[in-house]
C-alpha cells in the first residue's frame, strides 16, 4: 500500500518512501552520513554554500610528530592521507590506531600479563624464590618494548650482552624463552655467549632451566633444531650454486687471468686476453713449465690483478710454476663452467680453441719427468717433510727427486727455488740423504747428553731415575728396527723445525714430544719381545697434531757445512 501510495505521490514523498524500504532492509545511516547527506542536498537546492577548503590541513610533506608511550613517532603529510613508517593511511585516528596496535604487539604482551612490569615482577618473584641459591635481581632493566624479537638489533638486549661479557650477570631469567628470541639462529648465538661467560639461562613460564639437566636437555633439543636449519639453508646454498653452474654462470671467486667481472658475469679483458693465448702457445713450443715461468716473468709479466667487493686491489703477483699448472687445467678457458668435476657450458666466451687445448693436454700427459717425480714423491719416505725450511726465503723444503744412469738422488728443495727458478734462492736444494743423517744423529746424541737427561726426568718426575735412562738407552736399539715410516712419525714427535741456509742448519727440539717419547719408550720397551719391535715400538706415541707448537728451551745445533751442494762433512760445532 505504501509503495503504490507514493508511486503517485510528490517527488519528496517517492524519496522517503524508498529511504524508509531501505532503512527497514538494511539499517539507517550514521549520524555523520545524515549530516553529510543533508549539506549536499542543501548545495544542490542552493540552500548552502560549499565548504571552503580546510585551511587546517597539513601541507603535503609536513612532518607530524607526536610521543607515545615514551618512543616519539613520526607522520608524513600526503596529498589523499598520511605516511607512518612506510605505509600509507586515510586519516591520523587511522595512524594512531596502528602505532598503539603495533605498539602492544611488539612489546608481546600475553593475556596473562599485559605489560612489561607485569613479566619482570614475574621474573623477580622467580629469583625470589632462588634466594637461598643465592640469587639477587639487578637494578638494571633490560626491557625492549617496541623492538621485535625476531632479530637481535636491540639495545636493551646489546645492554645485556655487554654486562654479560663485563661479568656482571651470573644468570638471564626471561618470561618466556620467545621474549629473549624468537629466531633459533639467533638463539644459538646467544647460548654460546652464555656458554663462553659460564652464564645461566632459565625461562619462568616454560620447564627451561640450564642449571639443571633437564633443562640443558631441553636446550640441546633447541639447538638441534637450530643446527637443522642450519644444514636445511646450507644444503639450498649447495644446490642453488650446483643448479647455477649447471647453467654454465659465474658464481664469484676470484676472477681468472683474461677475464674481469662484469655485472656478475665474465667478460674478456682484450690484453690478459692475448697473454693467456701467449701461454698456451708458448708452452706447446717449449714443453717445459720451468722455462715458460722463467720467460715470462723476465718479460714482466704478472698474475691477474684485481679488486674485490669492498675495494681491496689485489696486485698481480710473479709467475709460478704452481699457477702455470693451474692456468693450464682452466677449463674455464674453454667457455665452461665446471663444478664437482663435471663440465657444462658456459656464458662467457672462450678464450682457448678446441684444438689448443688438446694439444697441451697432450704435452702435459707426455711429461714423463712430472709423472715419475711425483710416483717417486709419493712412494719415498721423507721423514723431514714439514719440518725443513729454507732460512734464507722462509719456505718450506718439499722432497724431489732426480734420476742419472738408473741411480735416484732425493732432494729437499725450497719452494720458492722451485716455482721461481733455482737463481731466485741461494740455498736452492739440499741432499735429502745427507740432511737427514745429520739430524736423525744428533737427536740421538742429545737424548745421551746428561744435560738433556736431566731435563727429562724434570718433564717426567713420575718416572725413576733408573727407569728413565734405560728408556733412553732402550732408545738406541730400538731406532734401528723401526721402519722408515715410523722414524718419520717419531722424528715429526721430537723435531720443532730443522732450518737451512748457505752456512748450515739450525735443529731445534720439541720438550712435550721428548716427554712423551719417554714415557712410550718405557711403556712400549719393559715387557716386549725382540721379533715385535718392529711393528709394535711406539704404536701409542702421541700425535704431533696435539702437541703444542712451541720452540723448547734446548739449544740450537748448528751443523757447519764444508761443502754445498751436495752436502758432505757434516760435523757438529
Known amino acids: 500500500m505504501r509503495a503504490q501510495a507514493s508511486a503517485t505521490g510528490s517527488p519528496s514523498s517517492s524519496a522517503e518512501a524508498g529511504y524508509r524500504i531501505q532503512e527497514l532492509a538494511f539499517g539507517g545511516l550514521s549520524v555523520q552520513a545524515e549530516r553529510r547527506l543533508d549539506d549536499l542536498v542543501d548545495e544542490l537546492d542552493g540552500k ?62 600475553e ?12 621474573c623477580e618473584a622467580y629469583i625470589t624464590s632462588q634466594k637461598a641459591e643465592g640469587w639477587v635481581p639487578v637494578p638494571d632493566h633490560y626491557d625492549d618494548g617496541g ?13 645485556l650482552l655487554a654486562d654479560i661479557e663485563s661479568g656482571l650477570i651470573d644468570v638471564v ?31 619462568v613460564t616454560q620447564s627451561f632451566n640450564t642449571t639443571t639437566s633437564m633443562g640443558r636437555l631441553t636446550l640441546n633439543i633447541l639447538l638441534s633444531f637450530a643446527q637443522f636449519e642450519r644444514e636445511v639453508i646450507g644444503e639450498r646454498i649447495r644446490d642453488k650454486f650446483a643448479a647455477s653452474r649447471r647453467k654454465g654462470m659465474w658464481m664469484g671467486g676470484v676472477p681468472p687471468l683474461g677475464y674481469d667481472v662484469v655485472a656478475r658475469k665474465l667478460a674478456v679483458n682484450p690484453p690478459e686476453a692475448d697473454l693467456v693465448r701467449h701461454i698456451f702457445d708458448r708452452f706447446l713450443k717449449l714443453g717445459s713449465a720451468t722455462l715458460l715461468v722463467k720467460e715470462l716473468n723476465a718479460a714482466g709479466h704478472h698474475t691477474k690483478s684485481w679488486t674485490t667487493q669492498d675495494g681491496k686491489v689485489r696486485q698481480g703477483m710473479p709467475f709460478t710454476k704452481n699457477f702455470l699448472y693451474k692456468l693450464l687445467d682452466n677449463r674455464v678457458y674453454l667457455g665452461e663452467a665446471v663444478h664437482k668435476g663435471e663440465a657444462h657450458a658456459g656464458e662467457h666466451p672462450a678464450i682457448i680453441d678446441r684444438a689448443t687445448w688438446d694439444k697441451v693436454v697432450a704435452v702435459k700427459s707426455d711429461n714423463a719427468p712430472r709423472k715419475r717425480a711425483n710416483a717417486v714423491r709419493s712412494s719415498t719416505p721423507a721423514p723431514l717433510k714439514g719440518l725443513i725450511h729454507c732460512a734464507h726465503c722462509g719456505r718450506a723444503m718439499t722432497p724431489s727427486s732426480t734420476r742419472k744412469k738408473g741411480r735416484l738422488y732425493r732432494y729437499y728443495t725450497c719452494m720458492k727455488a722451485i716455482n721461481a727458478g733455482h737463481e731466485s734462492c741461494p740455498v736452492r736444494s739440499i741432499a735429502a740423504g745427507e740432511i737427514e743423517v745429520a739430524v736423525i744423529g744428533q737427536v740421538r746424541a742429545l737424548l745421551r747428553a746428561p744435560e738433556i737427561r736431566a731435563r727429562a726426568q724434570r718433564m717426567a718426575p713420575s718416572m725413576a731415575p733408573a727407569d728413565l735412562h734405560a728408556a733412553l738407552d732402550r732408545f738406541e736399539a730400538v731406532w734401528d728396527e723401526l721402519f722408515p715410516a715410523e722414524q718419520a712419525r717419531l722424528l715429526q714427535l721430537l723435531v720443532e723445525r ?20 719417554i714415557a712410550d719408550i718405557a711403556a712400549q720397551t719393559n715387557d716386549s719381545k725382540v721379533g715385535m719391535k718392529r711393528r709394535a715400538a711406539f704404536q701409542r706415541s702421541v700425535s704431533p697434531s696435539l702437541l703444542p707448537n712451541r720452540t723448547c728451551k734446548f739449544p740450537s745445533i748448528r751443523l757447519s757445512v764444508h761443502g754445498h751442494r751436495p752436502w758432505v762433512g757434516l760435523t757438529c760445532s
Open 498 to 517: 730443522v732450518s737451512i741456509s748457505p752456512d748450515g742448519a739450525d735443529l731445534r727440539l720439541r720438550a712435550e714430544g721428548l716427554a712423551s717419547v
Open 147 to 159: 623492538f621485535s624479537g625476531g632479530n637481535l638489533e636491540r639495545p636493551a638486549l646489546k645492554r
Open 111 to 122: 593475556m596473562e600479563f599485559n605489560s612489561l612490569d607485569a613479566q619482570r615482577e614475574s
Open 173 to 203: 631469567v626471561v618470561y618466556k624463552i620467545d621474549r629473549l628470541s624468537r629466531s633459533l639462529m639467533d638463539f644459538s648465538k646467544l647460548v654460546e655467549v652464555f656458554d663462553r661467560n659460564a652464564v645461566t639461562f632459565v625461562s
Open 48 to 109: 548552502k554554500k560549499p565548504k571552503p577548503k580546510d585551511m587546517t590541513a597539513p601541507i603535503v610533506g609536513t612532518k607530524l610528530i607526536r610521543e607515545w608511550q615514551g618512543v616519539m613517532q613520526e607522520v608524513t603529510a600526503l596529498a589523499d592521507g598520511f605516511e607512518w613508517q612506510g605505509r600509507r593511511y586515510q586519516s591520523l585516528s587511522a595512524v594512531a590506531r596502528a602505532i598503539t596496535g603495533t605498539q602492544s604487539s611488539e612489546e608481546g604482551l
